[in-house]
């Protein structure tokens, strides 16, 4: 259901690319810019810097703390290094799902 969801949400660009109907944005991965609208965000628990993506998150811990976890045993994406916020979007603000196009 969220892969024919998201799917929906774009309408096809040049060279392969994709226009997000929510924000005209022109996009080559429909299923990451998608995420951007959902509002899920993700927290490094070593500097607080927050992601709407873990895979971003885990890059940002790699390359900002790589070196102190490296000298004490720990991999960048041990799970205990990042919190998951759940969604950024207020509880009063509209949903991007109400947003959606029916799929039928």
């Known amino acids: 259901m969220f892969n024919a969801l998201v799917i929906s949400q774009f309408e096809p660009a040049e060279n392969g690319r994709w226009k997000c109907k929510h924000c005209e944005k022109i996009v080559i991965h429909r299923h990451h810019h998608y995420k951007v609208h959902l509002g899920d965000m993700y927290r490094c ?11 971003n998150l885990v890059t940002h811990i790699r390359n900002m703390h790589g070196p102190l976890l490296n000298e004490r045993g720990i991999k960048h994406d041990a799970p205990f290094l990042i919190e998951e916020l759940g969604s950024s979007l207020d509880q009063d603000s509209p949903s991007i799902l109400s947003k959606v196009e029916p799929l039928f």
């Open 45 to 55: 628990l070593l500097c607080k810097a927050t992601s709407n993506r873990r895979d």
